[in-house]
């Protein structure tokens, strides 16, 4: 029953590597949305969809590359890993995408770049 | 423009209060508050819309300044659980996509 799901919790990886994390909500939401949260705990937003469409799309290096196959999900893939990388990746949805949505975030996916 | 929270942190006992500020250069449309525990995801608290209003629930309330572009957090008789990191989120008035600016954070914790 689980709302917002990542895969995988974890991820350690070399300098360079390519690596993507998987997303899906099951609350038939429209909105899902990546957030980076660095070592000072510091939540940003990264990118939003809104039933496959690309909403927000902030200043992320164009390494970052996120697909929505389709509105229960939202992927991340992430090509040339660098150390800066490293930090927890999470995924949220919401109903819209409006305001006034609470936005359920899922548990995060903790990327090491070594 | 990121949103400032204070304080950073702060120490209670149980059954003490605590009022955490989140102040914005930017008018306003909303603030979200959420609570994160360590190693776990963000969970949400409540919204708030500009209009000045004030929501609650428990002994977990908040307002919304649209003057001062300000919001507060007020826990009132804290409990062990309500430990963790207090982020709040702002939308400016122009945008209304669902984009929150995070404040920095502040971490409660609430000791026996």
């Known amino acids: 029953d689980t709302a917002v799901s990542q895969t995988p919790k974890y991820l350690v990886t070399q300098m360079g590597n390519d690596k993507s994390i998987k997303c899906e909500q099951n609350?038939?939401?429209?909105?899902m949305y990546w957030y980076k949260q660095d070592s000072k705990k510091f939540l940003k937003i990264m990118f939003s969809?809104?039933?496959?469409?690309?909403?927000i799309n902030e200043t992320v290096p164009n390494r970052f590359s996120p697909k929505s196959p389709d509105k229960a999900h939202l992927n991340l893939h992430i090509n040339s890993l660098e150390l800066g990388d490293s930090a927890v990746y999470f995924c949220?949805?919401?109903?819209?995408?409006?305001?006034?949505?609470?936005?359920?975030f899922g548990p995060g996916t903790r990327l090491t770049v070594l | 423009q990121q949103p400032v929270q204070s304080p950073q942190a702060v120490i209670l006992r149980e059954g003490e209060d605590a009022v955490i500020n989140c102040s914005s250069s930017?008018?306003?449309?909303?603030v979200h508050w959420y609570r994160q525990k360590h190693g776990e995801a963000p969970i949400f608290l409540m919204i708030?819309?500009?209009?000045?209003e004030q929501k609650g629930h428990d002994k977990i309330s908040a307002s919304f300044n649209e003057k001062k572009q300000q919001s507060s957090l007020y826990l009132t008789a804290s409990q062990l659980s309500y430990s963790g990191t207090y982020f709040c989120?702002?939308?400016?008035?122009?945008?209304?996509?669902?984009?929150?600016?995070f404040g920095q954070g502040t971490t409660l914790q609430v000791k026996p």
């Open positions: 989120g702002t939308e400016p008035s122009s945008s209304n996509t669902g984009k929150l600016i």
């Open positions: 930017k008018a306003l449309y909303s």
């Open positions: 969809y809104n039933n496959k469409e690309l909403i």
């Open positions: 708030l819309l500009k209009g000045g």
């Open positions: 949220a949805s919401s109903p819209w995408g409006a305001s006034t949505d609470t936005q359920y």
């Open positions: 609350l038939g939401h429209d909105t």
